[in-house]
C-alpha cells in the first residue's frame, strides 16, 4: 500500500504517462508516494529550455520534439548547476550543457568526521554516504555503567548497552537476562509448586514456592547414620556430610607405641611423635620416622653399619652391608684420650687398625687438621704408642697443690688455684705484729662475698645486683692501708673517705671478687712452722723462673722446672708436721 512504501522509503515504479500517448515510456523516480505521479520531466510540452536551462528550445531546436523519447538539444554553456556533493561552498557542474545527472564533484571540501572531533579535506566524490570517519575509538561508558563503547568515530548520544545481563539472580540458581543495567536485577519470578521437605522429612513448606526460598528450617536431632555410637549434638541439615565428632576419648597411635588420651572422636590417623622403631629390611637399623601410618621406608638402607670392630671399641661406620663382612679399614671416630693421670683430656681420632710410622707422621697430621683437630706431635706419638697423651707440667702443679691443700687443711677448694698470694712485707708485717685484726678483716672480706654471690644465686635476673658495697668504722693510717693492699688480693675495690680522725674505708664486692687460694694468717703459719721447725728447709729446685730460696717449698712459684720435686718435699715435711 502507498503507506507502507511510504514508511519503507521504496521507489516508485509507476509509468509517467503523456498526454498525447497514453502508454508510459519512463517511470517514476519519486519516492513512493499517493496520488498521480507528476509529469514527465522530459515531456514534450513541458521541457522548454535545454538541459542547464539557460538557452531557449526555440532558439536551438531545428527538427520539432514529438516524443519524451527524443533527445533534448543542448547549448554550449557552462552547465553550472549545483552538484549532490552537499559542500557548503556550493560546487557546481563544470560540464558543458548535457543530459542526465551531472558527473561526481572533483573538488575537495573540508569535512568533519561523524563524531566532529577531527576534520580533513578530502574530494567530494570520495566522501563514503555514511560520513567521513576518524578511526578514534569512542571508550565512553554505555548505559550499564560497566561496558564501553568500541565503535570508530561514534556518533551515538546514548550509548545503550545491549549486551544480556547474565548475572545470577538472588535464587542462585537462575540468570538475569535483561540488557546489561545498572543497579540490581529483578527478583526471580520463578516459582515452585511442589512441596519443599527438611532432610529428615519433618518440616515441609506449602507450595507456591517463591525462586530462591531457603529450605525448611528443622530443629529435630539429625537422624542419619554415624560411625561412632556417640550420642548427636546436632540438628537435621543439608549438608552432605555430617559434623565431626568432637567427643573425647582414647586411641592408640598410628605405630602402636602408646594411647593418646582426650583426642576427638574423628580423628583417625593419631601421632605419638615418638620414632617409629620399626625394623627395616637390613635387620640392623630401625625406623627414625616420627610415629606414620604408611610402611617404612624400603629401600637400600645407606645408615651407617653399628657393628662394632675387632680393634676398637667403635663401630663400622661403612653403609650398611647385610649379609657380608665389614671391611677392614682404619677407623677415624672421634674419642677423648687423657694422660695416665687424668687431667689432660684430648680429643683425636682413632686411628686403630693403621700403622704408625715417624716418616707417616705428617700424613696423620693432615687427617686430624681436616677434621678441625689440632694436636702437637708429641701427644699423637705418644697416642699411637701406648694409647694416652704425656702429662704436663700443670699435671704435677696439680698434685703439688693437692697436698698443698691437705697440709693447709683447706677443703672444698680448687687445687689449680692454690697458690700462695705474693704477699707484701707490709702485710707479713702487720699479720705478724696484728694478728687478730688481719683474721678480723679476712673474715670480713669473705662475709662481704659470699652476701655478693648467695643474693645472685637466689634472685632471678630482674633482682640481681651488680656490686656491693661495706663502709669499715674510722680507723689509723697503718689499717687502712692494710685494708687497701690486703683488698687486692681479693679483686675488691677500695676508696677512702672523710678527712682524719674520722677517716674511713670503704670497699666495693662485685662479680670478680673472690677469696684467695691461700689466705694471709694461713700463709703465716704455715711459715712460722716451717721457721721454728727442726727440719731444715729444702734446697730450692735449680732453673725456677725467679729465687724462692727465702720461703718453703710449699710457699714457693708454680713456674718450676722440676714442680714433682717440691711436691714431693713439702708431702715429706706434711707428714712430720
Known amino acids: 500500500s502507498p503507506s507502507t512504501c511510504t514508511i519503507l522509503k521504496l521507489i516508485c515504479l509507476k509509468q509517467w504517462y503523456q498526454r498525447r500517448v497514453r502508454g508510459g515510456n519512463h517511470t517514476c523516480n519519486l519516492t513512493c508516494h499517493s496520488g498521480p505521479c507528476p509529469p514527465c520531466p522530459t515531456d514534450v510540452t513541458s521541457t522548454t529550455t535545454c538541459p542547464c536551462g539557460k538557452t531557449r528550445l526555440d532558439k536551438l531546436q531545428t527538427i520539432a520534439r514529438t516524443s519524451c523519447l527524443d533527445p533534448v538539444p543542448t547549448c554550449k554553456k557552462i552547465c553550472r548547476k549545483v552538484l549532490e556533493c552537499g559542500s557548503e561552498a556550493g560546487h557546481v557542474c563544470q560540464s558543458v550543457c548535457h543530459e542526465g545527472p551531472c558527473p561526481s564533484c572533483e573538488d575537495k571540501s573540508v569535512v568533519s568526521c561523524r563524531c566532529e572531533i577531527t576534520t580533513q579535506s578530502i574530494a567530494c566524490s570520495e566522501i563514503p554516504p555514511e560520513g567521513v570517519r576518524c578511526g578514534k575509538i569512542c571508550y565512553k561508558k554505555k548505559s550499564c555503567g560497566r561496558h564501553r563503547c568500541t565503535v570508530e568515530c561514534c556518533q551515538e548520544d546514548n550509548h545503550v548497552c545491549m549486551y544480556p545481563c547474565g548475572k545470577t539472580l538472588s535464587c542462585n540458581e537462575h540468570k538475569c537476562e535483561d540488557l546489561c543495567h545498572k543497579g540490581h536485577c529483578m527478583p526471580c519470578l520463578d516459582s515452585n509448586f511442589n512441596e519443599v521437605y527438611c532432610t529428615c522429612g519433618a518440616t515441609r513448606l506449602e507450595p507456591p514456592i517463591p525462586c530462591g526460598t531457603p529450605p525448611p528450617k528443622c530443629d529435630l536431632p539429625c537422624s542419619r547414620e554415624h560411625s561412632c555410637p556417640h550420642p548427636t549434638d546436632h540438628t537435621c541439615h543439608y549438608d552432605p556430610t555430617c559434623p565431626p565428632c568432637v567427643e573425647l576419648v582414647n586411641k592408640l597411635c598410628m605405630g602402636g607405641h602408646k594411647v593418646r588420651y582426650n583426642v576427638p572422636c574423628h580423628l583417625t590417623d593419631i601421632s605419638c611423635g615418638e620414632p617409629c622403631k620399626r625394623p627395616l629390611p637390613c635387620d640392623m637399623h630401625l625406623c627414625e620416622r616420627p610415629c606414620h601410618k604408611d610402611a617404612c621406608d624400603t629401600s637400600k638402607c645407606e645408615k651407617p653399619c653399628k657393628i662394632k670392630r675387632e680393634l676398637c671399641e667403635h663401630t663400622c661406620a661403612a653403609k650398611c652391608?647385610?649379609?657380608?663382612?665389614?671391611?677392614?679399614?682404619?677407623?677415624?671416630?672421634?674419642?677423648?684420650?687423657?694422660?695416665?693421670?687424668?687431667?689432660?683430656?684430648?680429643?683425636?681420632?682413632?686411628?686403630?687398625?693403621?700403622?704408625?710410622?715417624?716418616?707417616?707422621?705428617?700424613?696423620?697430621?693432615?687427617?686430624?687438621?681436616?677434621?678441625?683437630?689440632?694436636?702437637?706431635?708429641?701427644?699423637?706419638?705418644?697416642?699411637?704408642?701406648?694409647?694416652?697423651?704425656?702429662?704436663?707440667?700443670?699435671?704435677?702443679?696439680?698434685?703439688?697443690?693437692?697436698?698443698?691443700?691437705?697440709?693447709?687443711?683447706?677443703?672444698?677448694?680448687?687445687?689449680?688455684?692454690?697458690?700462695?698470694?705474693?704477699?707484701?712485707?707490709?702485710?707479713?708485717?702487720?699479720?705478724?705484729?696484728?694478728?687478730?685484726?688481719?683474721?678480723?678483716?679476712?673474715?670480713?672480706?669473705?662475709?662481704?662475698?659470699?652476701?655478693?654471690?648467695?643474693?645472685?644465686?637466689?634472685?632471678?635476673?630482674?633482682?640481681?645486683?651488680?656490686?656491693?658495697?661495706?663502709?669499715?668504722?674510722?680507723?689509723?693510717?697503718?689499717?687502712?692501708?692494710?685494708?687497701?693492699?690486703?683488698?687486692?688480693?681479693?679483686?675488691?675495690?677500695?676508696?677512702?673517705?672523710?678527712?682524719?680522725?674520722?677517716?674511713?674505708?670503704?670497699?666495693?664486692?662485685?662479680?670478680?671478687?673472690?677469696?684467695?687460694?691461700?689466705?694471709?694468717?694461713?700463709?703465716?703459719?704455715?711459715?712460722?712452722?716451717?721457721?721454728?721447725?727442726?727440719?731444715?728447709?729444702?734446697?730450692?729446685?735449680?732453673?725456677?723462673?725467679?729465687?724462692?730460696?727465702?720461703?718453703?717449698?710449699?710457699?714457693?712459684?708454680?713456674?718450676?722446672?722440676?714442680?714433682?720435686?717440691?711436691?714431693?718435699?713439702?708431702?715429706?715435711?706434711?707428714?712430720?708436721?
Open 321 to 577: 652391608h647385610p649379609g657380608t663382612e665389614c671391611p677392614k679399614t682404619v677407623c677415624f671416630a672421634r674419642m677423648t684420650v687423657t694422660c695416665p693421670c687424668q687431667r689432660r683430656k684430648v680429643t683425636i681420632l682413632c686411628f686403630k687398625g693403621a700403622t704408625f710410622s715417624p716418616s707417616d707422621s705428617k700424613k696423620f697430621m693432615t687427617k686430624l687438621r681436616s677434621a678441625n683437630l689440632i694436636i702437637v706431635h708429641a701427644d699423637l706419638a705418644e697416642y699411637m704408642k701406648t694409647g694416652s697423651v704425656p702429662c704436663k707440667e700443670a699435671c704435677f702443679v696439680e698434685e703439688r697443690n693437692r697436698k698443698l691443700a691437705e697440709g693447709l687443711g683447706l677443703v672444698n677448694v680448687a687445687v689449680d688455684n692454690i697458690v700462695a698470694p705474693n704477699y707484701s712485707d707490709f702485710l707479713k708485717e702487720q699479720a705478724r705484729s696484728n694478728k687478730s685484726f688481719v683474721v678480723e678483716i679476712e673474715e670480713q672480706f669473705e662475709v662481704v662475698i659470699m652476701k655478693y654471690k648467695r643474693r645472685n644465686e637466689t634472685s632471678d635476673s630482674l633482682n640481681k645486683v651488680s656490686c656491693i658495697y661495706h663502709d669499715f668504722k674510722p680507723m689509723n693510717k697503718d689499717k687502712r692501708r692494710l685494708i687497701h693492699e690486703l683488698a687486692e688480693h681479693y679483686k675488691i675495690t677500695t676508696q677512702s673517705f672523710d678527712p682524719e680522725p674520722q677517716r674511713n674505708v670503704q670497699i666495693r664486692v662485685d662479680y670478680q671478687s673472690l677469696v684467695p687460694g691461700v689466705k694471709l694468717s694461713q700463709y703465716m703459719l704455715v711459715k712460722r712452722s716451717f721457721v721454728g721447725s727442726s727440719k731444715p728447709v729444702p734446697k730450692p729446685v735449680s732453673g725456677g723462673s725467679r729465687s724462692t730460696a727465702g720461703e718453703p717449698p710449699q710457699l714457693r712459684s708454680l713456674v718450676l722446672e722440676d714442680p714433682k720435686k717440691v711436691a714431693d718435699s713439702w708431702e715429706e715435711m706434711c707428714d712430720e708436721e
